[in-house]
């Protein structure tokens, strides 16, 4: 149980556009998601923490209006990179935990490449 | 400021043999540790944790100590097996567990040779 799956697990594109990735919790509710990035070498860093049908709470220096968050149902989260630039570039993962959950469960991240 | 360090980036030991991991802290706040596992192009797996109020967790092959004073964590496993080659992340948490936000150290590249 607690699978976490992530949508597209690759996207490329132009700069300027902008990238919608989703986060599902298959088989548990999730209260709770958190979307992190991972830059080469570096470890990951959390970007946002979003609680269903609640406005999601961002880390300091993450601009929330170039990451939209959505997290509209309890097995659904979803992270808008708008107006992306080569230095978005990076590999994002989110997680996810239900209400009786003590750990997160981690999708498998997906790699944007912006050129 | 990196509140969360494993110093060592990379690690090679011999199966069968005992993998140690390290992690260091700043912040003594931080009331909750994990180790979690990750491979190429796959989410983290969430391997082991260890409450501040402990010294010592066991899971199998996978030991987790604790020592509070010099904000120091290690993770053995033994005995190592080529499965384990994998980069293992380090992370603390502010409370309610491992569901909270997570602080995550740069990782530590372990590979066990045949």
């Known amino acids: 149980g607690a699978v976490v799956s992530q949508h597209p697990s690759r996207v490329i594109c132009k700069s300027g556009t902008s990238v919608k990735i989703e986060c599902r919790s298959l088989?548990?509710?999730?209260?709770?998601m958190f979307w992190y990035r991972q830059f080469p070498k570096k470890s990951l860093m959390l970007m946002a923490t979003?609680?269903?049908?609640?406005?999601?709470?961002?880390e300091q220096g993450v601009e929330k209006d170039k990451f939209l968050i959505n997290h509209a149902s309890l097995t659904l989260s979803t992270l808008t990179v708008t107006s992306a630039h080569p230095e978005d570039s990076s590999f994002y993962i989110c997680?996810?935990?239900?209400?009786?959950?003590?750990?997160?469960?981690f999708g498998p991240g997906t790699r944007l490449t912006v050129l | 400021d990196q509140q969360v360090k494993q110093n060592s980036p990379s690690l090679s030991v011999q199966e069968g043999r005992i993998s140690i991991l390290n992690c260091d802290y700043t912040?003594?706040?931080?009331?909750?540790f994990l180790w979690y596992k990750k491979y190429p192009a796959e989410g983290p797996t969430f391997l082991i944790s260890i409450s501040s109020i402990k010294d010592k967790n066991e899971d199998g092959r996978f030991t987790v100590f604790l020592n509070k004073s010099a904000k120091h964590l290690s993770l053995h496993i033994v005995p190592s097996q080529p499965g384990d080659s994998a980069v293992y992340f380090c992370?603390?948490?502010?409370?309610?567990?491992?569901?909270?936000?997570?602080?995550f150290g740069k990782g530590t590249k372990l590979t066990v040779n045949p």
């Open positions: 979003s609680n269903e049908g609640s406005k999601a709470t961002y």
């Open positions: 992370a603390a948490s502010l409370g309610k567990g491992g569901s909270e936000k997570l602080v």
């Open positions: 088989d548990f509710q999730a209260t709770t």
């Open positions: 912040n003594s706040m931080f009331d909750y």
């Open positions: 997680s996810a935990r239900g209400a009786f959950h003590d750990t997160q469960y």
